[in-house]
């Protein structure tokens, strides 16, 4: 091979390995373009629920469109590299993790309502189903549109940067933000401030138990979709706001769990960082 082959390997190898700063670069272009692509799909039917009036056709596909926001993204950032397809690979299902992920959102909201009742509280209901085709069809749609951006492209890039802790709260508050376009709501006919909040404490918290089944599964991504959709199967957040003692009960018992799954994240850490035992030819 002649140097002049040489040179072009190596520029080929250097044009494919982004540096640190390149790729922090690209995941804040991703989120930002993820953002983009929702709010601007979701635009016409907040303005029109603002305005008291019922959205058009066309503003509710464009807001059915909105969820696929962070895989569109995804994909346009990993075309550039050529690693499109590296966003679907890791499916591998774990059944046990998968069944576990599909329950955990049932299950922490059982144990909070079963605080609240026990403290003297009277919860309107137990579970809370999807009950509307748009609720019905948002347990589909919004795993689908979601996770495979979150979970498949940008968590790999922010928990290799930031740690598993960090890099999985740093995700879990780029996905709050996304969901600043859902604050807008035909009941509040207009920004639901409380909603946001909420979504801004749960999330990162939700971001750290994906990540616990997430890497015991070696970050199938079956894990990830089951646990969305399970928290669309129970949706405490269609609780009535005279409940408020049942939500902040909520995000307390989300925040334990989660506390739990962040001590196991950061123990993986050190485990994953930590030198390779010397060989015994080298002692």
């Known amino acids: 091979m002649g140097v002049g082959a040489l040179m072009d390997a190596y520029t080929s190898r250097i044009s494919v390995t982004p540096s640190a700063g390149e790729r922090n670069t690209r995941t804040a272009g991703y989120f930002l373009l993820s953002w983009v692509i ?10 029109a629920w603002m305005q008291h009036s019922t959205p058009s056709p066309l503003a509710v596909a464009g ?16 075309a550039r590299t050529g690693n499109a397809s590296r966003i679907f690979k890791p499916f591998r299902a774990a059944p046990a993790l998968t069944l576990l992920a599909l329950a955990a959102p049932f299950i922490i909201h059982t144990i909070a309502t079963a605080l609240y009742a026990a403290l003297g509280g009277h919860p309107s209901a137990w579970i809370h ?3 509307t085709p748009e609720q019905l069809a948002a347990l ?15 968590y790999p890039r922010l928990v290799e940067r930031h740690g598993l802790v960090k890099g999985s709260l740093l995700l879990g508050i780029g996905w709050g933000l996304w969901h600043l376009a859902y604050s807008i709501t035909p009941q509040a ?10 979504a801004m404490v749960e999330l ?8 616990w089944g997430f890497e015991r599964a070696n ?61 015994p030819l080298l002692r």
């Open 38 to 47: 929702t709010w601007g799909c979701a635009l016409p039917t907040a303005l």
């Open 63 to 78: 807001a059915g469109l909105s969820a696929f926001g962070p895989l569109l993204a995804a994909l346009t950032f990993a």
């Open 129 to 131: 189903p999807p009950s």
């Open 140 to 154: 589909v749609v919004f795993p689908l549109g979601e996770e495979f951006g979150w979970r498949g492209f940008a």
């Open 189 to 198: 006919a207009g920004f639901d401030a409380l909603k946001f909040a909420l």
């Open 204 to 211: 990162p918290l939700y971001s750290l138990l994906i990540a």
């Open 219 to 279: 970050r199938g991504m079956a894990v990830a979709l089951a646990f969305h959709a399970g928290a669309h199967l129970d949706h405490i957040e269609l609780l009535p706001r005279a409940e408020l003692g049942l939500q902040g009960l909520h995000v307390l018992v989300l925040a334990v769990v989660a506390g739990i799954a962040a001590r196991a994240l950061a123990a993986q850490d050190v485990r994953r960082r930590a030198p390779p035992p010397a060989s």
